[in-house]
């Protein structure tokens, strides 16, 4: 990059000229680092936070004008600050260290000085800890920036250096490095220099806040690779090995490609090193595997994928609701994602088979589903952090349907209290990625939930869970019978529907899916007990005679009539729902609320 630097110095109005110059010498550099370098030769800033994918490689050209891979560090030393006279590295475990013994000497000079005036024996053991860290090299930039040498300062693990914290919890040391930072980012000396700082942190909101928010600083997000990135790398590597992989692979290129969204270039490398190295043959199946495994392991095991060999035809019931889902299956099959919603919010009285009806759906739809885990920490920032790092996953797996389940305890609410802020950051963090139009008909949210009205209206409004859907119980003999033959398929039990018990189908109480498998596990129970595998009429008789469900009528009202009041659909409401008048439905839940708390 050196030509464009001198450029820049020799014309600090850029020109034409220069910026057909910037973009020659720019135009094999990533999109982030094209922005960096952008942003760079505005002047203005000389402190970037580099976040996101930084863990792994990057591409950029070697001598020959070929494409080629490097971490981060080799890129930004070798490539965006090549015309810098001096690169200083610095994080706490390695403390202050060089890449040229030319600068190591240069410094070890300056610190001999250093030692000198403030009486420190610095030369001898260099500090490592953050504040006399940066006051050797606060010290050190002034006495070469004065004598007009241009340099580059990379922290790397940054989140240890300036760690996120509430302002009244930072400590000593915390308070200190943000100064130096700080000071460093708008001293004129610095400003008018030919100096840079880069910060480099996976997660954004693993850093101070102040620093991240300073107008002074600039953020720049390192993304997964996309399809065509993926794909260029996959054809590079296996440039000299391409009989190897042939011969030992059932994919080609492309699908490979195609199918490792999510997966960094390392992880892409693991897996056809595997291939053309171990001669492991590649497969499908061991490629979605292999890219499962990775991911959740990515993810720290916040991410679930679900799989299932389930589809709707295995839902009793909740006919509308499998309608409503098998026409936005066939949308998204057909790549009609503009017509899709943001998402969704699954609502109604537990055993209703909300969490096991989206299931189906992922064996429906042909796209992964993941499960959001809980991501939630004990540690000051980490949850945010964890949060952060899931949607840069997410955001590089689409098309992609991310299940919630409890999302009224899971997602946090602007108004919650008494955890330092955590509920109301993870709420933001939450409501700004569903809502970006971009992921439209890509990332596809099920908040699943007994509790809608818990949740906060921002995140069940349109343009976030846009349609809500509402289970209910069976109401007719019809749905009865069809969740009967549902529920005794799943448990293994051969009866005709006329041998099954009046009391199921036609008695007063309703039974929810979950109530009629364990009548029917506990008829499979009573029969092994007597010496027999086969349950009879009697014996199935006699446990629904005996069975007592857990008594919580008024909170299954409760979440019925929430659900119905959530409900965006008059068809998916049932009969004795769809005329009442919503006054009285609110007016009936304000008194459940009363007795229920």
Known sequence: MEPIVRAAEADPAPTADFQATYTRYTAHYPVWAQEFARRYFTKTLNQFIVHGNVRDLVQTVDDSGEPTYVPLRTFLTEDLFAARDLIVFYDRSAGIHFGEADTQSDFNRALSGYDTVFGTDFTRRRPKDPV?????????????????RRIACIVDFAETVVPMAEASMYSSEDRNALVFLQRWAHDPLFLKSDFTVCLVAENLSDLNQQLVQSPWTAEIHVPMPGLKARREFAERYTKNAHEAFTEHSDIGLDAVASNTAGLGLIQLRTILADTTENRTRLTYEQLSTLKKGMIEEAAFGMLEFVETDWNLDMVAGHKEAKRHLRQAARALQKGHTDVLPMGYLISGPVGTGKTFLITCFAGEIGIPMVKLKNFRSQW??????NLEKILHLLEAMP??????DEADAALGNR??????????????QIASFMSNPRHRGNILFFLVTARPDLMPVDLKRQGRAEEHIALFYPSSREGKEELLRVMMRRTGLELEVDEIPEALLDGERTYSGADMEALMTRAKFRAVA?????????????VV??????????????????????CTSRELLPEQ?????????VRNVQALKQLVL
């Open 380 to 385: 000051q920032g980490q949850t945010e952090g």
């Open 545 to 566: 005679e005996d069975f007592i469900p857990p008594t919580y009528p008024l909170e299954v009202e409760l979440q019925t009539l929430v659900a119905v009041l959530e």
């Open 415 to 428: 108004d919650a209290q008494g955890d330092s802020g955590v509920s109301k950051r993870v709420f933001g």
């Open 399 to 404: 098309p992609v349907a991310v299940m919630i």
């Open 132 to 148: 006399r860290a940066l006051s050797v090299l606060d010290n050190y930039f002034r006495l070469r920036l004065a004598e007009g």
């Open 530 to 542: 007597t010496g027999d595998d086969s349950v009879t009429r009697e014996i199935l008789e006699s």
């Open 577 to 585: 729902y769809r005329s009442m008048s919503r006054e009285d439905i």
